[in-house]
């Protein structure tokens, strides 16, 4: 006596197919050079290198690094949720990348906003009028965004 199965795609190689095409899609957190004019002799994403890894008189403040270690957990789960919806076709990949990108971007914000060590020069302090690095005019805060895309740079 034969017996026969019968077996069914319940949708298997379409989320695999998903998954598949998040391959390459990625995310980067910073002052880009494609927006990151000034007017006034330096670009925002030169001065943002200087202040994230210091350079002269100017000490390091890592306010990027210091936001992406301290999410890093929080990152990888929300990547892993993303993954989830990408594989069962609720998101797009740029979406589900995306996602992360916005998260980091407002804890770098957030770290600048709370003061990134070490503190201001009591010169600086007095001829900016505030105590916390990093914030002058709002400009370059303003200027850190997400760039999602496909094999990202």
């Known amino acids: 006596m034969a017996s026969r199965v019968k077996v069914e795609d319940l949708g298997l190689r379409k989320m695999l197919k998903r998954i598949k095409d998040m391959d ?18 330096i670009d925002n994403a030169t001065l943002y290198a200087i202040h994230e890894f210091g350079a002269g008189r100017v000490p390091e403040r890592a306010s990027l690094r210091t936001a992406f270690d301290s999410g890093l957990e929080g990152y990888v ?4 949720r993303g993954a ?3 594989a069962s076709g609720v998101t797009s990949p740029r979406a589900a990348v995306a996602l992360v990108g916005e998260k980091s971007t407002a804890d770098t914000v957030e770290a ?12 600086t302090v007095a001829r900016k009028g505030s ?10 805060v303003q200027a ?4 999602t895309g496909r094999h990202i740079k």
């Open 24 to 41: 390459g899609w990625g995310v980067s957190v910073g002052v880009h050079e494609d927006d990151s004019h000034r007017g006034d002799g």
């Open 144 to 147: 850190i965004k997400p760039k």
């Open 77 to 80: 789960r929300l990547l892993a």
């Open 131 to 140: 105590s916390t690095p990093l914030i002058d005019t709002g400009q370059l």
């Open 112 to 123: 600048i906003r709370a003061g990134i060590p070490p503190p201001l020069a009591a010169s």
């Open 84 to 86: 989830s919806m990408v």
